[in-house]
């Protein structure tokens, strides 16, 4: 078996690959369900109804797609330039305590003004949460995986320690929450009667803000040279630590407005289980889209659609929900197995 | 009798065929030269050899028994060794232990050493290549470091030696005495396939050449009825006269440096110490030397990446206070790295975005200071991609697809099209064939008869001797003063070049 470097990639094998890698881990995860016993084309009958049947069920997909797609982003943009941000769920709740402190009555705007506001100190509070590490980086050569990743620890045990002290609601009967965001803050529904908020056309635009920032500006291209060959980067006049603190800020505050979506919009309040990991899946997100803004927004939907039809489908049968995780996971191994193929050819001999 | 027979080996990587038919014979005694520019098909041809590819078609025999395919082991069993153009070394162990690594038996309890020095001696006095065995492979220069790894081969039993591109890391000197002791070998029925695209070496060594074109034999020749030129035209398929310097009276100062000191990658150790040089409007200036003697830190000096701690560095008559790359551009500075792949191009992007990566900020290719004008980018890349004749589908194919050539072609065309008043060519023409080569120089020469002033940092005395008006020595981070080239001679630099900087009186 030999393994050799495609000359010319067709613009069709990009979009078929990851789609059959999909379709792959679907199969496998079939071997799953039919071990517990369950009829495998039923039981994916109720998670795609549980994901996408009803105008209930897309709106709680498409909520829970709106801090993937933030997080998402943050990976996203990150990992282009090689700056591993794996951190993002530490800016999230950073986000998060933003939106808390500022938007539970020290500053009260009416809601035009109130909801950008929240948003930009979500942002800058992201940011804020990966200053440590990127200034490590960038002057003592710290490898950015172990700081960020460590920080999430640390950014939510202070959280609990916030919720636990200072920021404990008094009304909230003795349970560690803080207090509710203000009422010009609250993101608007998107749908009536759903969790369905306007955070989701945030990220929406956030997606095709940054891909045209990745594609058009100039800044984008310094992102670009500097992840793909940092030397001629260097070389041809591109500041690598400028570079690398721009990615940081826009990572970090991406990942931050994740967290202003999860209080402002769909909590309400801040939790210390206000994520269920969304930092960690944006990595999934981010991956399974090739980095690519746009496709971001389609991997968000799909995982989002996952977790959402996994709920409802071990309500249905008698699968738990875990099954959700495996899926998710083939998925991004098989995506990255998939892209693989998209490179190289594998010739049998 | 035959000792070696390749007959009829052809191998294919995808729709490139490397090595299309080709058919080689060494007998005991002989030394067979395999000639090729860059990319001819040479090492793929010696990887089949010696197992690390399998052949689509053909055999290899030794001394008539078939060796099986894609087995390095029964490569080196049949009697096969290889000597490979980067030192695969152990750089923290002693000569001796590197001889013996991979040799001694996993199951045994006993370490062989005692005998392994004898038969490393015996070995050492049977051939003249004397190292010390207890020293330090990082104590050893390079052309000990050589010999180590033609004695690691020779102590596996090797009879039949392949050395790739054996002096490309050699000074003059040292290559004389790789090539008396290779002519040593051979009296004493070794025999060698001599790898490489330098034709005086090739006519000095060899009992027969055979030439590689594009992966096919174009043809063998006894070496005693073969010149330089025969060579060059088998090699290259057609006539190639490299480029003279036409007489020009130089200008004034474009780049001046007073006794700069630089600190080494430790910070704390002088890897340059006290440089003083100045190269003046329409005049090359040369430093020669081995690699690894200051050129890649001079280099980064001059590129804008490395500061230096002492000393004055003027630019046009001006001081110019620190090192930075993005100033230095638009000062007009030109730059042509040592490496295509690592510091020259972005490979993953296209063709257009590496061709003016470094007039991002200028005017007309950005729009409002932060949108990139794709559509000023686009024609300015047509205009030079037909203008330097640069082979490639489209514009828009990734830089890393283009060959070797092209690549450098791009980025002659990316520093030349700026008007640099100074140009920094750092080893331009390595790894090019020799119409490449020729391109190159033909672009510096008309680059210098415009006014600019070129520094050439070179391995090659060749390429040194043909286009340079001035050369200099580096050695060990100190540079001799600039000779004329009329003045001086292979030989002088040649010795300088070895560390005997009396040769300058």
Excluded at chain 2, 42 to 59: Q, R, W
Aim: aromatic share 8%.
């Amino acid at each position: 078996m030999q393994i050799e470097p495609r000359e010319n990639i067709s613009p069709w094998r990009v979009i078929v690959a990851p789609v059959a890698a999909i379709i792959v881990a679907f199969v496998l995860c079939a071997f799953l369900i039919a071990w517990t016993g369950e009829p495998i084309i039923e039981s994916y009958g109720y998670l795609f109804k549980g994901a996408f049947g009803s105008r209930f069920a897309l709106s709680e997909t498409l909520n829970r797609a709106t801090p993937l797609i933030f997080t998402g982003l943050a990976a996203a943009v990150a990992f282009r330039a090689k700056f591993w941000n794996i951190g993002a769920e530490g800016q999230l709740y950073f986000g998060a305590l933003a939106a808390t402190i500022l938007g539970t009555g020290a500053i009260t705007l009416p809601p035009v003004l109130m909801i950008p506001f929240l948003f930009i100190a979500g942002a800058l509070a992201g940011g804020l949460a990966l200053l440590g590490p990127v200034f490590l980086k960038t002057t003592l050569k710290v490898d950015e995986v172990v700081t960020t990743l460590l920080l999430n620890f640390v950014i939510l045990l202070f959280v609990n320690y916030l919720l636990e002290g200072p920021l404990k609601d008094p009304m909230s009967l003795g349970w560690p929450q803080a207090a509710s965001i203000v009422d010009e803050g609250v993101l608007p529904e998107l749908m009536a009667r759903t969790r369905l908020h306007i955070g989701f056309l945030v990220a929406l635009a956030a997606s095709i803000l940054i891909w045209a920032l990745m594609r058009y500006t100039i800044w984008g291209y310094e992102i670009r040279a500097v992840g793909a060959n940092p030397n001629a980067a260097r070389f041809s006049g591109i500041s690598i630590n400028r570079t690398v603190f721009l990615v940081a800020m826009l990572s970090g505050g991406l990942a931050g407005m994740a967290g202003i979506t999860e209080t402002a919009g769909t909590k309400g309040y801040l939790t210390l289980d206000l994520s269920p990991g969304f930092g960690y899946s944006g990595i999934a997100v981010a991956m399974l889209a090739n980095l690519n803004p746009l496709g971001v927004v389609i991997s968000a939907i799909f995982l989002a659609g996952i977790y959402v039809g996994a709920d409802s489908m071990s309500r249905a049968v008698n699968i738990p929900t875990y099954i959700a995780d495996v899926l998710v996971a083939l998925s991004v191994l098989s995506v990255l197995v998939s892209l693989l193929f998209v490179q190289f050819r594998v010739r049998w001999r | 009798m035959a000792n070696l027979r390749i007959s009829n080996v052809t191998k294919k990587f995808g729709s490139l065929t490397a090595n299309d038919n080709v058919s080689l014979q060494v007998s005991e005694g002989e030394v067979v030269a395999l000639l090729g520019e860059n990319g001819a098909g040479k090492t793929t041809l010696m990887n089949i050899l010696f197992g690390h590819y399998v052949a689509d078609e053909g055999d290899i025999e030794i001394d008539g028994i078939k060796l099986p395919p894609g087995s390095t082991d029964a490569a080196i069993r049949a009697g096969l060794g290889m000597v490979h153009q980067h030192f695969t070394l152990a750089e923290n162990m002693s000569v001796l232990d590197n001889i013996m690594l991979g040799t001694e038996s996993l199951w045994s309890l006993k370490s062989t050493v005692s005998r392994s020095r004898r038969k490393l001696e015996s070995l050492a006095d049977e051939y003249n290549l004397h190292v010390d065995a207890d020293a330090g492979i990082s104590d050893l220069s390079v052309g000990e470091r050589q010999r180590v790894e033609i004695l690691k081969v020779l102590y596996r039993g090797a009879r039949i030696l392949i050395l790739d591109e054996p002096t490309a890391v050699l000074t003059p000197a040292e290559t004389d005495q790789l090539l008396a002791n290779l002519k040593m070998m051979v009296a004493k029925g070794m025999s060698i396939i001599f790898i490489s695209h330098k034709l005086h070496e090739v006519m000095a060594i060899s009992d027969r050449v055979t030439v590689l074109r594009h992966g096919a034999m174009v043809g063998e020749i006894e070496t005693r009825n073969a010149d330089k030129a025969i060579l060059a035209e088998m090699m290259v398929g057609r006539k190639v006269t490299r480029p003279k310097a036409e007489v020009l009276e130089p200008g004034s100062d474009v780049l001046r440096l007073d006794n700069i000191c630089v600190r080494g990658n430790d910070k704390k150790t002088d890897v340059l110490r006290d440089i003083s040089l100045n190269i003046r409007e329409n005049e090359i200036v040369a430093i020669a030397g081995v690699a690894g003697n200051g050129q890649r830190e001079l280099a980064e000096v001059l590129n804008g990446l490395r500061p230096w701690h002492k000393g004055t560095f003027k630019f046009g008559g001006e001081v110019v206070s620190k090192g930075d790359a993005r100033a230095f551009l638009r000062m007009g500075f030109g730059r042509i790295p040592e490496d295509r792949h690592h510091t020259g191009t972005v490979g993953e992007m296209r063709v257009w975005e590496n061709l003016l990566s470094e007039k991002l900020r200028q005017s007309p290719f950005w729009k409002f200071r932060t949108l990139i004008d794709f559509s000023a980018h686009r024609k300015k890349a047509a205009e030079l991609i037909e203008q330097f004749d640069i082979r490639c589908n489209s514009m828009e194919t990734p830089a890393r697809l283009l060959s070797g050539g092209n690549m450098q072609k791009l980025i002659l065309a990316r520093t030349l099209t700026a008007d640099p008043k100074f140009i920094l060519a750092n080893q331009p023409v390595r790894g090019l064939d020799e119409g490449a080569i020729a391109f190159v120089h033909e672009q510096l020469l008309a680059a210098r008869t415009k006014g600019a002033g070129i520094l050439l940092i070179s391995e090659d005395l060749d390429e040194v001797f043909s286009i340079a008006d001035r050369v200099a020595v580096i050695y060990h981070g100190r540079i001799s003063q600039l000779l004329d080239i009329r003045k001086t001679n292979l030989q002088q630099i040649g010795a300088m070049m070895g560390g005997d900087m009396k040769a300058v009186a």
